[in-house]
């Protein structure tokens, strides 16, 4: 099966992950990161996900999940112990027409959870399709070596002046050649 890469904004959309223990957590940590609108049905949560929900940063229910926990949801990510009620997220979600990842379960995945780099707004996601997490975390941490908390100062430096070219009139051939001039150089240089 061939994937569709794709970098979603998820600022604002209603998200529901099913299960709130430690790997539950770490689902709902990343969708935190990206402004999700978090919403979490489980019967147990982890100390971190209820002082989540005592503050306010995302909606947690004490029980078990509902067919119609999926009512308005964008995406769930299923992160329980349960075979069978994963099978059950993902049959209905199917259902609904609404995104689902099942935990290390990637025939139950309409999406993966890649292994990412980030460099400020530089992200570089890497997946094996579900078919060796343990390799996408390897060269994570090789491309982490290679793209250096530098290239965080660098992207908004190339930001600002692609930002600044766009408000010149100029050829845009003209403006695509010093864009690709900028982005060619060494950002170790750059912030020397």
Not at 131 to 142: G, I, N, T, V
């Amino acid at each position: 099966m061939s994937l569709f890469p794709l970098f979603v904004k998820l600022d604002g959309r209603p998200c529901l992950v099913v299960g709130a223990g430690p790997v539950g957590e770490a689902k709902i940590t990343s969708l935190l990161r990206a402004g999700a609108n978090v919403r979490v049905v489980a019967p147990r949560a982890t100390r971190t996900v209820r002082a989540w929900a005592r503050a306010g940063r995302i909606s947690w229910e004490a029980r078990g999940f509902d067919p119609a926990d999926l009512d308005g949801a964008f995406l769930v990510v299923a992160a329980t112990s349960s075979a069978d009620l994963h099978e059950r997220v993902f049959r209905e979600a199917k259902r609904r027409g609404v995104l689902c990842n099942v935990v290390d379960d990637p025939e139950r995945c309409d999406f993966y959870y890649p292994a990412v780099v980030q460099r400020g707004p530089l992200q570089i996601a890497i997946s094996t399709g579900g078919l060796s997490p343990a390799l996408a975390q390897r060269l994570r941490r090789e491309l982490e070596q290679q793209f250096g908390p530098e290239y965080e100062a660098w992207m908004e430096q190339l930001g600002q002046a692609r930002q600044e070219l766009f408000t010149r009139v100029m050829d845009p051939e003209r403006r695509r050649r010093l864009l690709h001039r900028l982005a060619s150089r060494d950002p170790v240089k750059v912030q020397s």
